[in-house]
Structures are given as C-alpha cells and as structure tokens.
C-alpha cells in the first residue's frame, strides 16, 4: 500500500486541522488496519491514533484523547485525523501507515507514507 498524508500546516494553539491520508493505485486498503505517527524535532517517532479496517475499533494515545478524532472512508482509500483544541506540544511531522490490526506498537506497521508538517503556535 503506498499512503500520502497531506492537510498540514501552521494554526495557532486552540485551532483545528484535519489531516488526510490516501493509498494510490490499485490496493487492498480497505483490509488494513491504519494508524497516525507524529515526530516532533529530536523526539523518537510516537503513537497518536489506530483505527481498524471497518472503523468499528478506535484508540489514542492519552494526550489526544477527547481533541482528536481517527476516521476512515474505505470507498475512497482514504483514512483522516481531526485535530481539535491543537497546543504547541502536538507540533510534528504526523505519518499514516497500515498494519494488520490496530496497533499502537510502531513495529507492528509495514507501510508508511510521507509525513505531513503540523506546526502549532503558542
């Protein structure tokens, strides 16, 4: 599956983004289990979101819990993170990959796309 994130930017503390994520081409997408990574300078790449292949399971890691939300559109290949109540410390590049269940274990993911900038001022 090749992913492509794209919806990144520069909002400030307290705005809203929503990032998209698409697989091009011919795919199985809708088999797969998708999950959003962020990185944010000098840190080691973490966790945000999972969702699994019917969007009938969904989990966040504790400091997105309740401001962002993980959904996906199977017809369109295509899997999204709103972000609500943004703060400074959710600046990072955020990543979508694909995994065979939902997962918040990075070595579990076997498909990543390009990342996406979200930059929150203060």
């Known amino acids: 599956v090749q992913l492509q994130a794209s919806g990144g930017g520069l909002v400030q503390a307290g705005g809203s983004l929503r990032l998209s994520c698409t697989a091009a081409g011919r795919s199985s997408f809708s088999s797969f289990s998708m999950g959003w990574f962020r990185q944010a300078p000098g840190k080691e790449r973490e966790f945000v979101a999972t969702i699994s292949w019917n969007g009938g399971a969904t989990y966040y890691t504790d400091s997105v819990e309740g401001r962002f939300t993980i959904s996906r559109d199977n017809a369109k290949n295509a899997v999204y993170l709103q972000m609500n109540s943004l703060k400074p410390e959710d600046t990072a590049v955020y990543s979508c990959?694909?995994?065979?269940?939902?997962?918040?274990?990075?070595?579990?993911?076997?498909?990543w796309g390009q990342g996406t900038l979200v930059t929150v001022s203060s």
């Open positions: 990959a694909a995994a065979r269940i939902p997962s918040r274990r990075r070595s579990d993911y076997r498909s």
